[in-house]
């Protein structure tokens, strides 16, 4: 008999185990990223491969709270009443989609916004202009 | 390059609202039109290739059987928004390449059977589980290119005012009626800045084209042709950090493809179907598609040059604003839009001396890309 190579068997990846962008880490509750180790990109939400590299060698880590509002809208169609949602460039380039909340500041596009948690999470105007990467 | 591929025949039903048409029901007449119109057989298709995205398993054999169009390979294609042009796109291929002569394109959706609202997304996507809807996608388009540009929310209702001006000529067309400036801004908001005469409507519609070879055009040759000048289709990249939601690189890089094909410009078209599903898609489309530099798209729309005596009419049939989007059937739509103005068979919207013509659409809202997809096709009165 002579000798012969078993083809490995791909494995499905459970990515509907984990589907929420919020999480406890020890700088507190922070949007959920994942860094790939082989080539450094970091992506919004829980990964197990690199959208960059294809590597699998992933890892979960905390995103900034805070970033620039890139743009906005206030939807009015649907079941929630007026909802403003947004872009939002964190400050270590990684973007994603929140909801904002409204101050006594107009939103417009560029402005800082920081990461809220209450029942759910949510972008606001910045009290402060401070980055945090 | 491969051999030269015709449009010899177009069909389609207005598009409106037919509750109690299924997708065989809205595609059998446009479908028996197309294939009267061009003079063939059954016999003489080779393919069929449907454009449908929510039409469930089987949409084109289901609709085939009824003419007994049957044995030749039939193809579903779903690309969203895209899907119709993506089969035309597909059909073109095989044409070029020499493995088929005729080909027939059927373009089909039915959106009645959502019963109103915005389009269903994939629950798998990221952004739609976080409530993302198309309206609110270009919404924020709209909101960053009028805080970049000169661009006033009077522009967006421009748009509107024009799809509404050509839609009345357009038999074809869901809105029929004119509208004003004052009318578009004041409607109902559905995503701010943009109201509900910048959206397009939901509804059903169907379309056909068949497509030839040149040696089979020959073979029918007493009908009327337009060469297919360049197909392209692309796909979008993912950018998992900042995207300029002004500048959809994949209709950019499509164009760019789509030119180079065809060997003409921007300057040299009579015509544009483009993919205005929001009134501010076509303000950045016609700088994507190299009409106007980045930021002053709305110098043409202010200056009459994208209407009826302009440059380059844009959107001709009132585009997906006032004839309606229902989305696998949109990309053929805008193909036989095409192939009436370059065979001057467009009646009240003629274009006079048409020639080469563009149609333009994009599709799918996804997490991390422009677009899904986009085709581009360019054509040439035969």
């Known amino acids: 008999m002579t000798a012969t190579i078993e083809a490995p068997a791909s494995q499905p990846i459970a990515d509907m185990e984990t589907d929420s962008l919020i999480g406890n880490f020890p700088e507190g509750q922070r949007l959920v990223g994942s860094q790939c180790n082989a080539c450094g990109c970091t992506m919004i939400g829980s990964r197990v491969v690199c959208s960059s590299c294809i590597s ?29 949602l947004g872009y939002v460039d964190l400050d270590n380039g990684v973007r994603t989609l929140a909801d904002i909340h409204e101050g006594d500041i107009p939103l417009r596009p560029d402005m800082r916004v920081e990461l809220d948690v209450k029942d759910d999470w949510f972008f606001a105007p910045a009290a402060s202009d401070k980055r945090e990467v | 390059m491969g051999d030269n591929v015709f449009v010899i025949s177009a069909a389609m039903i207005p598009f409106g609202k037919y509750r109690t048409s299924s997708y ?41 059987k009824e003419i007994g169009l049957g044995t030749v390979p039939t193809v579903n294609v779903d690309n969203a928004c895209s899907s119709g042009a993506t089969a035309v796109h597909e059909a073109w291929q095989a044409i070029s390449q020499g493995l088929i002569d005729v080909a027939v394109v059927i373009g089909v959706e039915k959106l009645t059977q959502f019963g109103g609202g915005t389009l269903p997304l994939s629950p798998e996507d990221r952004e ?39 839609g009345a000529l357009n038999p074809f067309a869901q809105f029929r009626k004119e509208i004003t400036v004052e009318e578009v801004l004041n409607a109902r908001p559905i995503a701010d800045p943009l109201t509900l005469p910048m959206c397009c409507p939901t509804g059903d519609g169907a379309a056909v084209v068949i497509l030839a070879s040149e040696r089979a055009r020959k073979r029918f040759e007493s009908k009327p042709a337009i060469r297919v000048a360049a197909s392209v289709l692309h796909s979008g990249h993912v950018a998992e950090g ?7 690189e994949i209709t950019y890089d499509s164009a760019r493809d789509a030119y180079a094909l065809a060997g003409i410009g921007p300057k040299d078209l009579d015509m544009i179907e483009l993919h205005d599903a929001f009134s501010i898609a076509e303000l950045i489309y016609y700088e994507a598609l190299g009409l106007a530099e980045p930021g002053h798209a709305v110098d043409l729309l202010r200056d009459g040059k994208t209407t009826f005596g302009g440059d380059v009419v844009v959107n001709p049939s009132g585009g997906l604003l006032a004839k309606g989007h229902p989305v696998g059937a949109s990309g053929v739509a805008q193909i036989a839009e095409a192939f009436w103005q370059l065979t001057d068979q467009a009646g009240a919207r003629q274009i006079d001396d048409a020639r080469w013509a563009m149609t333009h659409v994009t599709g799918g809202g996804t997490a991390g890309l422009d677009h899904g997809a986009c085709t581009i096709h360019i054509f040439e009165a035969a």
Do not use: W
């Open chain 2, 242 to 248: 900042f995207r300029d939601m002004t500048k959809p």
């Open chain 2, 24 to 64: 065989v029901g809205l595609a059998v007449s446009p479908l028996i039109d197309a294939i009267r119109n061009a003079g063939i057989e059954k016999s003489d298709v080779d393919a069929v290739y449907v454009g449908h995205s929510y039409g469930g398993m089987m949409t084109g054999q289901r609709i085939c």
């Open chain 1, 56 to 84: 699998r060698d992933v890892s979960r880590v905390a995103l900034p709270s805070t970033g620039v509002l890139y743009s906005f809208t206030r939807i009015h169609v649907g079941a929630e009443g007026i909802r403003p």
């Open chain 2, 128 to 166: 739609v589980k976080q409530g993302i809807i198309m309206p609110a996608v270009y919404a924020m388009r709209a909101t960053r290119y009028l805080h970049d540009t000169e661009a006033t929310p009077e522009d967006l209702a421009l748009v509107s005012v024009k799809a509404r001006k050509h």
